[in-house]
C-alpha cells in the first residue's frame, strides 16, 4: 500500500503552471531528444515555434546538461514517412487532419505519406496559447496553431532543399518540390532519401511561407486521415487498450454530489469469479477484475450505506424556483446601461423569462483511463484533453513530480467538453485505485453509459429574465438582462483567468458582448453554488445566451411589424462578417420566398468562438411536434483549411444541438439524477436529423473556431420557425417541456 491519498487540495492554476514548465516530461531521455532536435540522429525533427540553437548546444547535450526549449512538430524518416506530432486532442472535429494539412502544405509533402501522432504530455512544447496551458477546447486547435505548424513544414522544406543542394552542388532556388519529390534538372530523391542530410542543416529561423495562391491542400476538401481507420476498426481508443496483467475497475459513486462511504459490505462482490479486490476510495468503491464484465456484475453486489450529510438534496424543479426568485432580485454588473430610465419611457415593454435545463454531454465513449504506477512514475493511457491538468492531478496523487507521469495520449470517441475537466475526475479516480491497492499492474477504470448520465459534469440550469422596452415605431429603447446560473469555473484553477469582477464570463458571453447595436443595455449575474459539478458542455454559455438574444430579437421584430432579417441587418450594421453571413443564408435558404405548404421559417444569427453563423430552419409540426426538415447554414471562420470538414462540423453541430432543444434534460428528485442512459436522456434520432445545407463564405481572415460555433443558432431558429407558425413563444427548454400545442 502506498498509504492514504489526499485530495484536500489540487494544485493551483498557477501552480500547475510553474510545476510543467520549462522540465515536463518527454518520451525520450534528454540527450537523444537533444540531439534529434539538433539534427544528429536518424531522421528529421523540426519545431514549429522557430529558434536558434544556442551556442555550445552540442557539447552541453553530449554532457546531458542541456535545457533548451524545442517544439517537434514535423519527424521525416528515411523511410520517407512524415509524421505529424498533433498537440491537441481529437474527438472527432478532425485536428488531426486539419494540423497535417498545415504542414504537408507548406512541405509540398505527399499527402499519402503524411501520418499524425499525438505528441507527448509537454506544457513548455506543446501549449495552448490560448490557454497557456497544454489542452483541447474553445475550438481553438486550428486558430491557435495555424502558423506554428505551417512554420514547422515551411522549416523542414528549407532544410531538405539545402540537403540536396549541398548534395547535387546546385543552387537551392534551382530545386522544386512537390508531393514529396525533390528535384533539380536530372537529380531526383524523396524526403526520405535526403532526412539524414537535412537534419544537420541549421534550423532557418523565419522560413517563408506560401501566399494563399500557392497552396497545395489548405482551402481543399479531401478525405480526412483518420476515416479507414475507424471505418474498419483499426482506431485505438481507451476501452481498447490490453495491457499485459491489466484489471478492470468499475467504481460505485455515491448517488447524491456530496455524499461519501459511510460503510460497505463487499463479500458478494468478492464471491464473483473474476473479482480481484475490492477498495474504498474518497469517491466511491472500487470493484478490481480480470475484465470487464465481473467487475460490473460485481459492483451490482456491493452493499454500501452512504453518508449523505453533506449532499445537496434540492431537485431541479426547487432550483429553478430560488433562480426564479433570484432573478427578480439585483446581481453583478456585467454590463452597465439605463435600462431602467429607458424603459421607463417606452411606449412598450416585453417581458420574457427563460428556463434551460441540465445537459448532459453523452459522448459515445464513455469515460475512462488506463494507468499504472512502477518505479516512482506514472503512466497513463487516455484521451487527455487537458494534459497539464491531468499529469499535475495524477502528479499531486502520486506525491510525484508532474514530469515523472507520462501520458500516452489517445482518440476520443467524443466529448464535447466533458474529458476536458478542471479537477481530471475520472483520471484521479483511476490514479488513486491505483494507489490505494498498491498493485503494480496496470488498471483500466470503465464507466458506463449509466455512470455517465448520472454521475458526470453539466451544463448547468439556467433561468433568464428579459425585459425589453419599444418606443411607438417597434424601435429598441432599453433592454434590462438577468442571468441566473451556477458558475462553471469559480473555485476551480480557472477562475482567475475567466472571472472578472465577480462575473463568470462564460455565464454571460452572447449577451454582454452582442454585436446588436442596442442602446441602454444592463446586464446582471447572479451566480449560484449548487452541489451538481457544472461543466462547459460545446460551446459553453452561447448555448443559452444565443438562445435567449435571437428569440427575443425575432419577437422584438414581430411586435414593431419587421422582417426578422431585415431588423437584424440594421442592427448590425457595423458588423460586415455577421451580416455576410446573414445575407447568405437567407438567400440560399428563400427568405422572402413562400415556404413549402405547412412549413415555417426561422432564423438565428450569432458569433462564438470569434465564427460568424447564422442558420435558417424549416419546420413543420406533425401531430402537435414539430419536425425539423432543412436548416441552411452560413458560416464564416476565416480561411476555410478544409471545407469538407468545416461542413461536417456544423452538420453535427446543428444536430447535436438540435437533439438538446427538442429532448436533453437532467433532471433530479432530491438531489439524485433521474435519467441514466439514451431511454431517459433523449439525444437526436437519425429520423429526426434534418437536411443542412452548409454554405462557407470565402475569407483571407485568420482561421477560427469551427468546432463549436453550429450548435448556438439552431434551437433558437427552430424556436423561430415554431413562433411563425404558431404564436407560441418557447421559453422552456427542451421543446419536449415546453412546446405545449393543442
Same mark, same amino acid.
Given at each position: 500500500?502506498?498509504?492514504?491519498?489526499?485530495?484536500?487540495?489540487?494544485?493551483?492554476?498557477?501552480?500547475?503552471?510553474?510545476?510543467?514548465?520549462?522540465?515536463?516530461?518527454?518520451?525520450?531521455?534528454?540527450?537523444?531528444?537533444?540531439?534529434?532536435?539538433?539534427?544528429?540522429?536518424?531522421?528529421?525533427?523540426?519545431?514549429?515555434?522557430?529558434?536558434?540553437?544556442?551556442?555550445?548546444?552540442?557539447?552541453?547535450?553530449?554532457?546531458?546538461?542541456?535545457?533548451?526549449?524545442?517544439?517537434?512538430?514535423?519527424?521525416?524518416?528515411?523511410?520517407?514517412?512524415?509524421?505529424?506530432?498533433?498537440? @491537441?486532442?481529437?474527438?472527432?472535429?478532425?485536428?488531426?487532419?486539419?494540423?497535417?494539412?498545415?504542414?504537408?502544405?507548406?512541405?509540398?509533402?505527399?499527402?499519402?505519406?503524411?501520418?499524425?501522432?499525438? $505528441?507527448?504530455?509537454?506544457?513548455?512544447?506543446?501549449?495552448?496559447?490560448?490557454?497557456?496551458?497544454?489542452? /483541447?477546447?474553445? $475550438?481553438?486547435?486550428?486558430?491557435?496553431?495555424?502558423?506554428?505548424?505551417?512554420?514547422?513544414?515551411?522549416?523542414?522544406?528549407?532544410?531538405?532543399?539545402?540537403?540536396?543542394?549541398?548534395?547535387?552542388?546546385?543552387?537551392?532556388?534551382?530545386?522544386?518540390?512537390?508531393?514529396?519529390?525533390?528535384?533539380?534538372?536530372?537529380?531526383?530523391?524523396?524526403?526520405?532519401?535526403?532526412?539524414?542530410?537535412?537534419?544537420?542543416?541549421?534550423?532557418? +529561423?523565419?522560413?517563408?511561407?506560401?501566399?494563399?495562391?500557392?497552396?497545395?491542400?489548405?482551402?481543399?476538401?479531401?478525405?480526412?486521415?483518420?476515416?479507414? +481507420?475507424?471505418?474498419?476498426?483499426?482506431?485505438?481508443? /481507451?476501452?481498447?487498450?490490453?495491457?499485459?496483467?491489466?484489471?478492470?475497475?468499475?467504481?460505485?459513486?455515491?448517488?447524491?454530489?456530496?455524499?461519501?462511504?459511510?460503510?460497505?459490505?463487499?463479500?458478494?462482490? *468478492?464471491?464473483?469469479?473474476?473479482?480481484?479486490?475490492?477498495?474504498?476510495?474518497?469517491?466511491?468503491?472500487?470493484?478490481?477484475?480480470? $475484465?470487464?464484465?465481473?467487475?460490473?456484475?460485481?459492483?451490482?453486489?456491493?452493499?454500501?450505506?452512504?453518508?449523505?450529510?453533506?449532499?445537496?438534496?434540492?431537485?431541479?424543479?426547487?432550483?429553478?424556483?430560488?433562480?426564479?426568485?433570484?432573478?427578480?432580485?439585483?446581481?453583478?454588473?456585467?454590463?452597465?446601461?439605463?435600462?431602467?430610465?429607458?424603459?421607463?419611457?417606452?411606449?412598450?415593454?416585453?417581458?420574457?423569462?427563460?428556463?434551460?435545463?441540465?445537459? %448532459?454531454?453523452?459522448?459515445?465513449?464513455?469515460?475512462?483511463?488506463?494507468?499504472?504506477?512502477?518505479?516512482?512514475?506514472?503512466?497513463?493511457?487516455?484521451?487527455?484533453?487537458?494534459?497539464?491538468?491531468?499529469?499535475?492531478?495524477?502528479?499531486?496523487?502520486?506525491?510525484?513530480?508532474?514530469?515523472?507521469?507520462?501520458?500516452?495520449?489517445?482518440?476520443?470517441?467524443?466529448?464535447?467538453? *466533458?474529458?476536458?475537466?478542471?479537477?481530471?475526475?475520472?483520471?484521479?479516480?483511476?490514479?488513486?485505485?491505483?494507489?490505494?491497492?498498491?498493485?503494480?499492474?496496470?488498471?483500466?477504470?470503465?464507466?458506463? *453509459?449509466?455512470?455517465?448520465?448520472?454521475?458526470? =459534469?453539466?451544463?448547468?440550469? =439556467?433561468?433568464?429574465?428579459?425585459?425589453?422596452?419599444?418606443?411607438?415605431?417597434?424601435?429598441?429603447?432599453?433592454?434590462?438582462?438577468?442571468?441566473?446560473?451556477?458558475?462553471?469555473? $469559480?473555485?476551480?484553477?480557472?477562475?482567475?483567468?475567466?472571472?472578472?469582477?465577480?462575473?463568470?464570463?462564460?455565464?454571460?458571453?452572447?449577451?454582454? &458582448?452582442?454585436?446588436? %447595436?442596442?442602446?441602454?443595455?444592463?446586464?446582471?449575474?447572479?451566480?449560484?453554488?449548487?452541489?451538481? *459539478?457544472?461543466?462547459?458542455?460545446?460551446?459553453?454559455?452561447? /448555448? @443559452? /445566451?444565443?438562445?435567449?438574444?435571437?428569440?427575443?430579437?425575432?419577437?422584438?421584430?414581430?411586435?414593431?411589424?419587421?422582417?426578422?432579417?431585415?431588423?437584424?441587418?440594421?442592427?448590425?450594421?457595423?458588423?460586415?462578417?455577421?451580416?455576410?453571413?446573414?445575407?447568405? %443564408?437567407?438567400?440560399?435558404?428563400?427568405?422572402?420566398?413562400?415556404?413549402?405548404?405547412?412549413?415555417?421559417?426561422?432564423?438565428?444569427?450569432?458569433?462564438?468562438?470569434?465564427?460568424?453563423?447564422?442558420?435558417?430552419?424549416?419546420?413543420?409540426?406533425?401531430?402537435?411536434?414539430?419536425?425539423?426538415?432543412?436548416?441552411?447554414?452560413?458560416?464564416?471562420?476565416?480561411?476555410?483549411?478544409?471545407?469538407?470538414?468545416?461542413?461536417?462540423?456544423?452538420?453535427?453541430?446543428?444536430?447535436?444541438?438540435?437533439?438538446?432543444?427538442?429532448?436533453?434534460?437532467?433532471?433530479?428528485?432530491?438531489?439524485?439524477?433521474?435519467?441514466?442512459?439514451?431511454?431517459? =436522456?433523449?439525444?437526436?434520432?437519425?429520423?429526426?436529423?434534418?437536411?443542412?445545407?452548409?454554405?462557407?463564405?470565402?475569407?483571407?481572415?485568420?482561421?477560427?473556431?469551427?468546432?463549436?460555433?453550429?450548435?448556438?443558432?439552431?434551437?433558437?431558429?427552430?424556436?423561430?420557425?415554431?413562433?411563425?407558425?404558431?404564436?407560441?413563444?418557447?421559453?422552456?427548454?427542451?421543446? &419536449?417541456?415546453?412546446?405545449?400545442?393543442?
Amino acid at each position: 500500500m502506498l498509504g492514504p491519498v489526499d485530495l484536500s487540495r489540487l494544485p493551483s492554476f498557477s501552480e500547475t503552471r510553474r510545476a510543467v514548465g520549462a522540465r515536463a516530461a518527454l518520451p525520450l531521455d534528454r540527450r537523444s531528444f537533444v540531439r534529434l532536435a539538433l539534427g544528429t540522429g536518424a531522421g528529421l525533427v523540426i519545431g514549429g515555434l522557430i529558434e536558434s540553437v544556442p551556442a555550445g548546444a552540442e557539447a552541453a547535450a553530449a554532457s546531458n546538461a542541456y535545457d533548451g526549449v524545442f517544439t517537434p512538430f514535423v519527424r521525416i524518416s528515411p523511410d520517407n514517412v512524415v509524421t505529424v506530432l498533433i498537440k @491537441h486532442q481529437d474527438m472527432g472535429q478532425g485536428v488531426t487532419t486539419g494540423l497535417s494539412t498545415l504542414v504537408a502544405d507548406e512541405l509540398d509533402a505527399d499527402w499519402a505519406q503524411v501520418v499524425p501522432e499525438f $505528441s507527448p504530455a509537454n506544457v513548455a512544447l506543446y501549449k495552448n496559447f490560448a490557454f497557456g496551458v497544454q489542452g /483541447t477546447g474553445g $475550438s481553438t486547435a486550428i486558430s491557435n496553431s495555424f502558423e506554428q505548424y505551417r512554420k514547422a513544414g515551411a522549416a523542414a522544406r528549407s532544410m531538405i532543399v539545402q540537403a540536396a543542394a549541398k548534395r547535387w552542388g546546385v543552387a537551392a532556388d534551382s530545386i522544386k518540390v512537390s508531393k514529396g519529390v525533390v528535384t533539380s534538372g536530372a537529380h531526383s530523391a524523396t524526403f526520405g532519401d535526403l532526412a539524414q542530410e537535412a537534419a544537420a542543416v541549421p534550423v532557418p +529561423a523565419d522560413p517563408t511561407l506560401k501566399t494563399p495562391d500557392q497552396f497545395t491542400y489548405i482551402g481543399k476538401s479531401f478525405p480526412r486521415l483518420d476515416s479507414k +481507420a475507424k471505418t474498419t476498426g483499426a482506431r485505438l481508443y /481507451t476501452q481498447d487498450v490490453q495491457l499485459p496483467g491489466m484489471l478492470v475497475a468499475t467504481l460505485a459513486r455515491p448517488a447524491r454530489f456530496g455524499g461519501v462511504v459511510k460503510s460497505v459490505d463487499d463479500t458478494a462482490a *468478492r464471491a464473483v469469479k473474476g473479482v480481484v479486490d475490492v477498495v474504498t476510495t474518497s469517491r466511491g468503491v472500487a470493484v478490481l477484475a480480470t $475484465s470487464t464484465y465481473p467487475a460490473i456484475r460485481a459492483r451490482e453486489l456491493l452493499k454500501i450505506t452512504w453518508d449523505d450529510a453533506k449532499a445537496d438534496m434540492r431537485g431541479t424543479d426547487a432550483l429553478v424556483a430560488e433562480y426564479q426568485k433570484l432573478a427578480d432580485t439585483p446581481g453583478v454588473v456585467a454590463k452597465a446601461g439605463d435600462a431602467e430610465a429607458a424603459l421607463a419611457k417606452a411606449d412598450r415593454v416585453i417581458e420574457a423569462s427563460y428556463v434551460f435545463p441540465y445537459l %448532459a454531454h453523452a459522448p459515445m465513449e464513455p469515460m475512462n483511463c488506463v494507468a499504472q504506477f512502477k518505479d516512482g512514475r506514472a503512466t497513463l493511457w487516455t484521451a487527455s484533453q487537458l494534459q497539464t491538468v491531468d499529469q499535475a492531478v495524477t502528479a499531486a496523487i502520486f506525491g510525484i513530480k508532474p514530469e515523472d507521469v507520462t501520458i500516452n495520449t489517445l482518440w476520443a470517441g467524443g466529448s464535447f467538453g *466533458r474529458r476536458g475537466t478542471y479537477d481530471a475526475d475520472y483520471i484521479a479516480e483511476t490514479a488513486e485505485i491505483v494507489k490505494v491497492t498498491g498493485r503494480g499492474e496496470p488498471i483500466k477504470l470503465v464507466w458506463t *453509459r449509466e455512470d455517465d448520465i448520472k454521475g458526470g =459534469y453539466y451544463r448547468p440550469v =439556467y433561468v433568464h429574465k428579459v425585459r425589453v422596452g419599444l418606443d411607438k415605431d417597434g424601435a429598441i429603447l432599453g433592454w434590462h438582462h438577468r442571468i441566473v446560473g451556477q458558475s462553471i469555473v $469559480s473555485g476551480t484553477m480557472f477562475e482567475s483567468a475567466l472571472v472578472k469582477d465577480g462575473v463568470d464570463g462564460t455565464s454571460v458571453e452572447g449577451v454582454s &458582448d452582442t454585436p446588436y %447595436a442596442i442602446p441602454n443595455m444592463h446586464v446582471e449575474l447572479h451566480s449560484t453554488t449548487v452541489g451538481v *459539478r457544472p461543466l462547459w458542455w460545446r460551446s459553453v454559455g452561447h /448555448t @443559452h /445566451t444565443a438562445y435567449v438574444m435571437e428569440t427575443m430579437i425575432d419577437e422584438v421584430a414581430a411586435a414593431g411589424g419587421k422582417d426578422p432579417v431585415e431588423f437584424r441587418l440594421a442592427l448590425l450594421a457595423k458588423h460586415p462578417r455577421h451580416t455576410s453571413v446573414l445575407k447568405l %443564408a437567407a438567400e440560399k435558404a428563400g427568405w422572402g420566398t413562400p415556404a413549402p405548404e405547412g412549413v415555417f421559417r426561422g432564423v438565428a444569427v450569432h458569433e462564438s468562438f470569434k465564427s460568424f453563423v447564422a442558420e435558417v430552419a424549416e419546420v413543420r409540426l406533425v401531430d402537435g411536434k414539430p419536425k425539423v426538415e432543412r436548416v441552411v447554414a452560413a458560416v464564416d471562420c476565416g480561411l476555410a483549411v478544409n471545407a469538407d470538414n468545416i461542413r461536417s462540423q456544423v452538420e453535427g453541430g446543428v444536430g447535436f444541438g438540435l437533439g438538446a432543444v427538442l429532448h436533453g434534460k437532467v433532471t433530479l428528485k432530491d438531489g439524485v439524477v433521474e435519467q441514466g442512459n439514451f431511454d431517459s =436522456y433523449e439525444v437526436l434520432r437519425i429520423n429526426e436529423m434534418p437536411r443542412v445545407e452548409v454554405h462557407i463564405v470565402p475569407s483571407a481572415e485568420a482561421p477560427t473556431g469551427i468546432g463549436e460555433p453550429g450548435v448556438p443558432p439552431v434551437g433558437p431558429a427552430v424556436a423561430n420557425a415554431i413562433s411563425a407558425g404558431t404564436g407560441q413563444r418557447v421559453r422552456v427548454l427542451p421543446f &419536449d417541456v415546453g412546446l405545449k400545442l393543442g
